[in-house]
């Protein structure tokens, strides 16, 4: 399955989910004093950047190293997206799928990793950089762009709460499940079909 840059921007956007994760977003960063919201949501976006950064251009010593092949990439990523896209679409606004430590200022966890940099991130720039390494900038920039709509999400995320409400979220929040359910599908079947094919 071969993405544009448009389509890798919104695969990540899906997968980031910054919509879907303001109730996380929310109680977190209410115990950051306000003067220090908007460094620290840099600071967290920065690290899950790094992060997704460093899993994009390791990506093909990763494979070689742990003798796997794009085929079973392909299909593991859509199979790690289906459940987080499933997850999406049943889930309730007041779940949390991750604890903070209550009145301590978030570093590394759980904002930058596992929430923003979490395993389904790290599947898909993974994937895109092993499955197309010559357009390693397009992926790049579509990381960078998704990057800065969750930094966005996250120093605007109690006024973007309370502008859309809690039913217009959950609402988008499963709009974008279905969506990325589509492209789950579609890569674990692109992955099925070369194996079977074989490099098509």
Known sequence: ??????????????????????PIFIPIMRSVPRERRVR????????AFSVLLAFM??????????????????????VILLIIAIRMIFSTMSESAYGAEPGKEPLIFPLAVPLLAGPSAMATVLL???RQPDRIWDWIGALTAAM?????????????????????????????????TAIAVEMVLAGLKRYFVGGL
């Open 128 to 130: 895109l950089a092993s």
């Open 1 to 22: 399955m071969d993405h544009s840059f448009l389509s890798a921007f919104i695969l990540l956007l899906l997968v980031l989910d910054p919509l879907g994760s303001l």
């Open 57 to 78: 251009f390791l990506g093909d010593a990763f494979l070689r190293v742990m003798h796997l092949s794009e085929r079973s990439l392909e299909v593991a990523g859509g």
């Open 40 to 47: 620290v949501a840099l600071r967290e976006v920065g690290i």
């Open 148 to 180: 800065v709509v969750s930094f966005l999400a996250l120093t605007l995320a109690d006024r973007i709460r309370k502008l859309l409400g809690d039913s217009v979220v959950s609402a988008l929040e499963k709009l974008m499940g279905l969506v990325l």
